[in-house]
């Protein structure tokens, strides 16, 4: 039975709110989405995705419609509750499409349940664990927002999230961004950025990745850059790596053609494989 459209169901101890959409018997890709943003920064992948996919995108617990439940969070708590949706829908094997957080968990559920995926595409992210400095970061802005509030948060956030020329082409997208910031609740953004400072790196990981891989990283991406990009692609064998030009971290967002493009060809590849 297929849940189609927008849902919301009980899993791992919290509600989750997903939308399912496409042909029956397709491919899964499953959409993860960055923090602190929600499943509609895929708006534009689904629409055109959803011609040769099922797709799924939701909302990681704590955003967007997704309760937060009790548990301290973390990207193995995270990662519990892709593989209960994944079992809820009796999806037995997926494509992972995640963007940074949302590529932490990708890489996170892919080392310790391989058996169940069959393609990644990495998108503006890293493999590493925060370094002292990041942590010390993370501590500081849990602090600030308690402090100031979220809207001084969102729009400190979005200097680092969009490229400078989406500043002058992009102005409606970092007003949606920043609306979804000051709509996300102050305790689950300050338990993601724990979560994300306890979070271990998956680098080692990637040598024994065997599934095809497809890297997208933002030309201006600040907060992982291309070189981070280069050098996951360096150790994921047969893994592609494409930069997005005229975008920063959010490129899914801020050039949707360039990266629509790139998506749909690495699919039609694993699909003719
Ligand atoms: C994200 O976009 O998910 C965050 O920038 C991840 C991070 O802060 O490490």
């Known amino acids: 039975m297929r849940y189609l459209g927008n849902n919301r169901i009980a899993v791992n101890n919290h509600t989750i709110s997903f939308n399912d959409e496409g042909p029956d018997n397709a491919p899964v890709m499953i959409f993860i989405h960055g923090f602190p943003l929600n499943k509609t920064m895929w708006n534009k992948q ?26 301290d969070f973390s990207i193995e708590l995270f990662v519990d509750d892709l593989l209960g949706l994944m079992d809820f829908l009796k999806i037995e094997k997926a494509m992972l499409c995640g963007l940074s957080m949302g590529g932490y968990i990708a890489l996170n559920a892919i080392e310790n349940f391989p058996k169940r995926f069959d393609a990644l595409v990495l998108c503006d992210t890293n ?6 400095e990041a942590k010390e970061n993370r501590m500081k802005t849990i602090e600030s927002i308690r402090k100031n509030g ?7 956030s979005v200097k680092n999230l969009f490229a400078p020329e989406s500043f002058v082409t992009n102005m409606e997208k970092i007003a949606v961004v920043k609306k979804i910031i000051m709509n996300t609740s102050v305790q689950s953004i300050s338990r993601t950025l724990y979560a994300l400072i306890r979070r271990k790196e998956t680098c080692t990981n990637l040598t024994n990745l065997t599934i095809p891989v497809l890297i997208l990283v933002g030309r201006e991406d600040k907060i992982t850059p291309p070189e981070a990009a280069r050098q996951m ?22 050039n949707p053609y360039e ?8 699919i039609s590849s694993v699909k003719s494989k």
């Open 259 to 266: 990266f629509n493009i790139q998506i749909e060809k690495f």
């Open 233 to 254: 692609q360096k150790n994921i064998k047969g893994s592609k790596l494409n930069i997005i030009e005229h975008a920063g971290h959010l490129s899914n967002i801020e």
């Open 46 to 71: 689904v629409e055109v995705m959803i011609e040769n996919c099922r797709v799924i995108a939701y909302d990681i617990r704590g955003f967007g419609n997704s309760d937060a439940g009790t548990e």
């Open 127 to 132: 493999c590493i664990a925060d370094t002292p």
């Open 150 to 156: 979220l809207e001084q948060y969102a729009n400190e």
